[in-house]
């Protein structure tokens, strides 16, 4: 699943990140409040891990009462330290599925996250991405175009995932940076641009109409040629 993890406690936050990777889920990773609902209601997740007190004006109940305001109907797993019933009733009327109070252990942690995972959903997320004829397979980490296999490694699936996500629209490295290589600092390479490169090649090559284009002093976009 894609999961986007709302935590302002550092420790607490890599602890929980690096535990949903390693059992094979996306995490994306927000410090506060405000930039949690900022990707919450801009991009499509499977499921929300919200801290219940989170700097930046806008506290877990809140953020959720606002998306649930919007119709986004993405399940949502709260972690706070206050364990009062009170506290966990007020989470839960807010538009939470699930309330798990700190400490905690991982394995319960999971289990509650995969267990919201299989709840069936009406606006069940998107498990395909397609521009023109290329089409990108969330579930079984395939892409083709125009029903040709192509293969990618899995740093490219994500860059290819990223770009698609907003085609149409210019992504920058800074985007590129932080969302697909998790830095939070210009590293000064070209490992961006090394990369753009050969998944060019795999996704242009020997096809009429090229998908990914540079746009100047800006960054990249993905789009079908008029």
Not at 68 to 95: C, H, I, Y
């Given at each position: 699943m894609r999961i986007l993890l709302v935590e302002d406690d550092a420790e607490v936050a890599r602890f929980v990140k690096?535990?949903?990777?390693?059992?094979?889920?996306?995490?994306?990773?927000?410090?506060?409040?405000?930039?949690?609902?900022?990707?919450?209601?801009?991009?499509?997740?499977?499921?929300?891990?919200?801290?219940?007190?989170?700097?930046?004006?806008?506290?877990?109940?809140?953020?959720?009462?606002?998306?649930?305001?919007?119709?986004?109907?993405?399940?949502?797993?709260?972690?706070?330290?206050?364990?009062?019933?009170?506290?966990?009733?007020?989470?839960?009327?807010?538009?939470?599925?699930?309330?798990?109070?700190?400490?905690?252990?991982?394995?319960?942690?999971l289990a509650r996250v995969e267990?919201?995972?299989?709840?069936?959903?009406?606006?069940?997320?998107?498990?395909?991405?397609?521009?023109?004829?290329?089409?990108?397979?969330?579930?079984?980490?395939?892409?083709t175009r125009a029903s040709k296999r192509i293969d990618v490694q899995p740093r490219e699936?994500?860059?290819l995932e990223h770009l698609m996500r907003h085609a149409g629209q210019v992504v920058t490295r800074t985007m590129l940076l932080e969302k697909v290589w998790d830095y939070h600092f210009d590293p000064q390479t070209n490992v961006i641009d090394v990369h753009v490169s050969r998944l060019r090649q795999k996704l242009d090559k020997g096809f009429d109409k090229p998908l990914i284009h540079t746009v100047r002093n800006a960054g990249y976009m993905i789009r079908a040629e008029p």
């Open positions: 690096k535990g949903l990777q390693e059992a094979g889920h996306t995490v994306e990773h927000a410090t506060n409040g405000r930039d949690g609902l900022f990707l919450a209601a801009s991009e499509q997740f499977d499921m929300l891990v919200l801290d219940r007190m989170l700097p930046g004006g806008v506290d877990g109940v809140r953020l959720v009462e606002t998306l649930r305001s919007q119709g986004n109907r993405t399940p949502v797993l709260f972690l706070s330290a206050l364990s009062a019933v009170d506290e966990r009733v007020k989470g839960l009327k807010a538009g939470g599925d699930d309330y798990l109070t700190k400490p905690f252990a991982f394995a319960e942690l267990a919201l995972g299989r709840r069936p959903s009406v606006d069940a997320p998107a498990t395909k991405l397609r521009v023109a004829d290329l089409e990108l397979d969330l579930l079984s980490r395939t892409v699936f994500r860059l």
